[in-house]
């Protein structure tokens, strides 16, 4: 198992950092391995609420599941993922600072074996350590440049796909109806 951690302080509300995390169709706008995002299920945000998200790692196009499996805006945001033969846990927790915010970042990881036994295994370790350090230096460059709010064309459009699935998935009465972040559960 593998372990990346990071600690930055975001000159942005924590609400609107809390709600760029938690939106996975924003996600290709900060994360630097994400190479697009799939079936995003419920609402952004809420526990229980799924996502596909596609990774460029090794040179390879890895597809993993995440799930919301804590959330308290605007404290707490946990997902779980699973891929073929790895998984991820990423927690992060933001602690306001007047109009700042202090996020605590920890992203517990195990790729799936083909990639960690072949040549490549330790130069891959490598540029993970580099794109989650890039990854949140482009959140907080997002975050801070006023348009944390404004979603890009390429997010609302899998908004609007997602919407979509969400609605089917709502008639089905497969959610709840809990608000996002209402309620806090870890697993």
């Known amino acids: 198992m593998s372990h990346l951690s990071t ?21 290709p706008e900060w994360q630097s391995l994400v190479v697009e995002m799939g079936d995003i299920t419920g609402r952004h945000g809420a526990i229980g609420s799924s996502f596909v998200g596609f990774y460029r790692v ?19 945001f946990q997902v779980n993922g699973t891929t073929t033969g790895g998984w991820a ?70 908004r609007l796909r997602s919407v979509s699935v969400a609605a089917a998935t709502s008639l089905r009465g497969d959610e709840d109806g809990a608000e996002p972040g209402s309620r806090l559960a870890t697993t």
């Open 7 to 27: 600690t930055l302080r975001i000159e942005a509300p924590a609400e609107a950092v809390f709600d760029l995390i938690a939106d996975p169709a924003r996600s």
């Open 58 to 76: 090794a040179g390879r196009k890895l597809a993993g599941r995440f799930i919301v499996t804590a959330s308290e805006r605007p404290s707490v």
């Open 89 to 158: 846990r990423w927690t992060t927790m933001i602690e306001p600072a007047g109009a700042a915010c202090d996020l605590q970042v920890k992203l517990e990881y195990e790729l799936p074996g083909e990639i960690v036994g072949s040549l490549f295994g330790l130069l891959t370790g490598n540029r993970i350590e580099r794109e989650f350090r890039r990854t949140y230096e482009d959140l907080k460059r997002l975050a801070e440049s006023g348009t944390a709010a404004e979603p890009s064309l390429a997010a609302r459009e899998t």
